[in-house]
Antibody, heavy 124, light 110 residues
Framework: QVQLVQSGAEVKTPGASVKVSCRVS????????IQWVRQAPGQGLEWMGW????????KFAQKFQGRFTMTSDTSINTAYMELSSLKSDDAAVYFC?????????????????WGQGTEVTVSS | QSVLTQPPSAAGTPGQGVTISCSGS????????VNWYHQLPGTAPKLLIY???QRPSGVPDRFSGSKSGTSASLAIRGLQSEDEADYYC???????????FGGGTKLTVL
């Protein structure tokens, strides 16, 4: 079945970087956009950006410009997000999610399958 | 403060119906389709409704979505205890050039 499996929890100090992976299975990795969403403790969902695994095209939410990177490795069906210069308010659960529609239709469809989430703790 | 406004909480008894609203603007709800997600504590969100009123395979027809102008709604009929969760609306915002989520509604089944 379609699955997105994320890497495990991370504990980082302020100023460090964190890289989270999202390995997909059960469908063609290059056939759907991947979105990244985060959720701070007790808070709602916040969109971070998307990547087109087919050509590596990316788009960031403006607030993350400059310290957020998304990449993909089609040889192992895995998407990555990396957030640098971590601050205490970057502590959150980070989710990857698949866009429902095919990649040719663009990234504006619903997020139909989600990874289990990766908890990132930022503490000195 | 979220771009999309949802009531922070909603409640109902088993068997009842409940509606959760999502209010936006012309640059988001007014011009793009709305999706709804639900999230049980400690788990990832799950898609409940897409394209305003479409249910993914496996979602019971007790759940329905609608949109009118700059507002959208999620209706749940025949409440069950397992419906107790957080519910989020989401839509693409043309002005912000970003996906935006509502603040979430915590549904309690009394």
């Amino acid at each position: 079945q379609v699955q997105l499996v994320q890497s495990g929890a991370e504990v980082k100090t302020p100023g460090a970087s964190v890289k989270v992976s999202c390995r997909v299975s059960g469908y063609s990795f290059t056939g759907h956009y991947i979105q990244w969403v985060r959720q701070a403790p007790g808070q709602g969902l916040e969109w971070m950006g998307w990547i087109n695994p087919n050509n590596g095209g990316i788009k960031f939410a403006q607030k993350f410009q400059g310290r957020f990177t998304m990449t993909s490795d089609t040889s192992i069906n895995t998407a990555y997000m990396e957030l640098s210069s971590l601050k205490s308010d970057d502590a959150a659960v980070y989710f990857c999610a698949r866009v429902r529609g095919p990649v040719v239709a663009g990234p504006f469809d619903a997020f139909d399958i989600w990874g289990q989430g990766t908890e990132v703790t930022v503490s000195s | 403060q979220s771009v999309l406004t949802q009531p922070p909480s909603a409640a109902g008894t088993p068997g009842q119906g409940v509606t959760i609203s999502c209010s936006g603007s012309s640059s988001n709800v007014g011009s793009n389709t709305v999706n709804w997600y639900h999230q049980l504590p400690g788990t990832a969100p799950k898609l409940l409704i897409y394209n305003n009123n479409q249910r993914p395979s496996g979602v019971p027809d007790r759940f329905s979505g609608s949109k009118s102008g700059t507002s959208a709604s999620l209706a749940i009929r025949g409440l069950q205890s397992e419906d107790e969760a957080d519910y989020y609306c989401a839509v693409w915002d043309d002005s912000l050039d970003a996906w935006v989520f509502g603040g979430g509604t915590k549904l309690t089944v009394l």
